[in-house]
Structures are given as C-alpha cells and as structure tokens.
C-alpha cells in the first residue's frame, strides 16, 4: 500500500496564477479530506468528502478555493487566483467512516509558495 | 478561538526518562481524541486514541490519559527514545456528531537527547 499521494511535493507559483493541488487516497478507503497547515492557524480542516461527494466545505476559505473528486481514486484542491496568503502546506487525507478512533491517513503534503 | 490546545510549544527530554505531552479542550461535545505525531516534510502519521469514555488507553510505550472533568488529555511516552522526536498533535473530533471533522492543537515539539 502506497499510503496517501499527493503531487506536486512543492509548488511555487506568482501571484494571480492558477494552481492545482492533486491527491490519491488509499484504496477502499471512503472519506478524503483536505487540510491546511499554517504557523498562525495550524492544521485546519478545508473540506470533507464521503464517497466522493463534498460533505463539509464549510472550512474553505473563499470563492478562490474549490475541490473536487470525479472517482473515488483521485481529488483536486483548485486556487484561482493564487494569493500569498495561500502559502501553507496543504496535506490530503483518507480514512474510512466510522472509524474515528483508528485515525486518518495523510499524504506527505504539498508546500505551496505563492510569491 | 481554539477548542484544542496545547500550550507548550516544545519540550526536550533525555532518552530513558518519560515524555509527558499535554492537551486541553473547551468544548464537552468532543466524543474522540488522537494524538498524532510528525516528522518534517512528512505528513503526520496517528498514534493513539481514547475515545471519551474510558480514562486510560496504553499502546506499548504510549499511553494516553483522559481527565473529562478538567477537560486534559496527555500523552506519556515511556521510555523516551530519540527517534520519539518529532511534532506531537493532539487533535479531538465528534462534535455534534460530526466525527469525521478532526480539531487539531497547534503541535508540541518532543526533543529527546541521546
């Protein structure tokens, strides 16, 4: 089992552009989550989705954010347009529902650099 | 306004002794807490858990303690070793039954010296 992937590993990007952040959960699992991490806010939950489809965005920042997971082997968190104050690391994770005590799966996470 | 905290942002330790990472909540919905541990450029990996029922829940050299009264929860690594080092992350979930949303604590880095 490969785990969580999440490509690009780092991405730096100017201001204004847009960036695509992908991500494959691990097989059979049903629940996928984006999160962001920053020095100020720490790990913050973006959005949730249960069998691919977006349960709780209620954590996505704004209209410039959006996510999506055509199947259940792949998502896209979207920034259209890029501002510096989206620099963070965002990680993926999968977990399957119900199993909250067994805790999630994350990637190694995307460091994003808008400049 | 943090519902989980950890307010120590690092802690070193010399290996052999106990490490003791500690957390604390606000919110009484809580049903679940983990402890998640990373290391750089890697994402964190979970640890252990408890859910809100019991007080105490043992792993191997890792055992967590849950104080609902004080609303504390606290992770003992005993012995410390220095591959223990890394970013501990309390996080809690269940709140309003929203089990899958986890509410992470900014982090305590755990040093232990050879």
């Known amino acids: 089992d490969a785990g969580v992937i999440q490509s690009p590993r780092h991405e730096v990007t100017e201001m204004g552009q847009e960036v695509t952040l992908r991500c494959k959960p691990i097989?059979?699992?049903?629940?996928l989550f984006w999160y962001r991490q920053t020095m100020m806010r720490g790990l913050e939950l973006l959005i949730y989705f249960n069998n691919n489809v977006p349960i709780d965005d209620s954590g996505m920042p704004e209209d410039r954010f959006s996510a999506k997971m055509p199947n259940a082997s792949f998502s896209t968190l979207k920034i259209q347009p890029s501002e510096p104050r989206d620099s963070a690391v965002y990680f993926c994770?999968?977990?399957?529902?119900?199993?909250?005590?067994?805790?999630?799966?994350f990637g190694s996470g995307t460091r994003l650099t808008v400049v | 306004d943090q519902q989980v905290k950890q307010n120590s942002p690092s802690l070193s330790v010399q290996e052999g002794r106990i490490s003791i990472l500690n957390c604390d909540y606000t919110?009484?919905?809580?049903?679940?807490f983990l402890w998640y541990k990373k290391y750089p450029a890697e994402g964190p990996t979970f640890l252990i858990s408890?859910?809100?029922?019991?007080d105490k829940n043992e792993d191997g050299r890792f055992t967590v303690f849950l104080n609902k009264s004080a609303k504390h929860l606290s992770l003992h690594i005993v012995p410390s070793q220095p591959g223990d080092s890394a970013v501990y992350f309390c996080?809690?979930?269940?709140?309003?039954?929203?089990?899958?949303?986890?509410?992470f604590g900014k982090g305590t880095l755990l040093t232990v010296n050879p």
């Open positions: 994770a999968s977990s399957t529902l119900g199993t909250e005590l067994q805790g999630y799966t």
């Open positions: 097989s059979g699992h049903n629940s």
């Open positions: 919110n009484s919905m809580f049903d679940y």
């Open positions: 408890i859910s809100s029922i019991k």
């Open positions: 996080a809690a979930s269940g709140d309003g039954g929203s089990n899958y949303k986890l509410t």
